[in-house]
């Protein structure tokens, strides 16, 4: 299985902050990354695929980029409604597996 | 609008068997894959395997292979999750997703729909 490794776990920011995440896959997986954002009691949403394209409807602050392995998950001015847990997925081979996830927290 | 609505809470024994459901509507369902992610209490998230609802094709994850059927009716735009003999350890939220396919990749895909989750408690 390819493996996620998600980081960091958690972070606190403010409002208005840039917060980036990262996500390093232990082998190649081309550009096939997506990135998850889930509020508590609700079911995860959709926010990039294929490493840097934004799903539809989901704000511009949102960005991703790759460097190799390495992904990147940014969010520039940072939003009240941002606050929430993030998680990488691969879609390179089955089984698709996600990172761990990081907990984007209010300081 | 395009949704995916599952059934409801299940309580359970250990040694049972049980069988959830995942309607679609809203879209033309033999045209996505419908796959399953778990999530226990607490954690993160954990691909079960899909089911591409035109074929019957089914790739399940190891991890949960021999203890999970995926299953689609593609008459009733419903995709299922069963298990023959539930465990203590199966206690978990479960989802189901649509695969959006992207890229040139035949398994290039985002979840891009979520059902509301059914959450399963599985008592010893």
């Known amino acids: 299985d390819i493996q996620m490794t998600q980081s960091p776990p958690s972070l606190s920011a403010s409002v208005g902050d840039r917060v980036t995440i990262t996500c390093r896959a232990s082998?190649?997986?081309?550009?096939?990354l997506n990135w998850y954002q889930q509020k508590p009691g609700e079911a995860p949403k959709f926010l990039i695929y294929e490493a840097t394209s934004l799903q539809s409807g989901v704000p511009s602050r949102f960005s991703g980029s790759r460097s190799g392995t390495e992904f990147t998950l940014t969010i520039t001015n940072l939003q009240p409604e941002d606050f929430a847990t993030y998680y990488c997925q691969q879609c390179y081979s089955t089984p698709f597996t996600f990172g761990l996830g990081t907990n984007v927290e209010m300081k | 609008e395009v949704r995916l609505v599952q059934s409801g809470t299940e309580v359970k024994k250990a040694g049972e068997s049980l069988k959830i459901s995942c309607q679609a509507s809203?879209?033309?369902?033999?045209?996505?894959?419908i796959g399953w992610v778990r999530q226990k209490p607490g954690k993160g998230l954990e691909w079960l395997g899909l089911?591409?609802?035109?074929?019957?094709?089914?790739r399940y994850s190891p991890s949960f292979q021999g203890q999970v059927t995926i299953s689609a009716d593609m008459s009733i735009n419903i995709a299922y999750l069963q298990w023959g003999s539930l465990k203590a350890s199966d206690t978990a939220l479960y989802y189901c997703v649509r695969h959006w396919d992207y890229g040139d990749s035949d398994l290039s895909s985002g979840m891009d729909v979520w059902g509301q989750g059914t959450t399963v408690t599985v008592s010893s």
């Open positions: 089911i591409n609802p035109l074929d019957s094709e089914i």
């Open positions: 809203g879209y033309s369902f033999v045209l996505y894959r």
């Open positions: 082998q190649a997986i081309n550009r096939y």
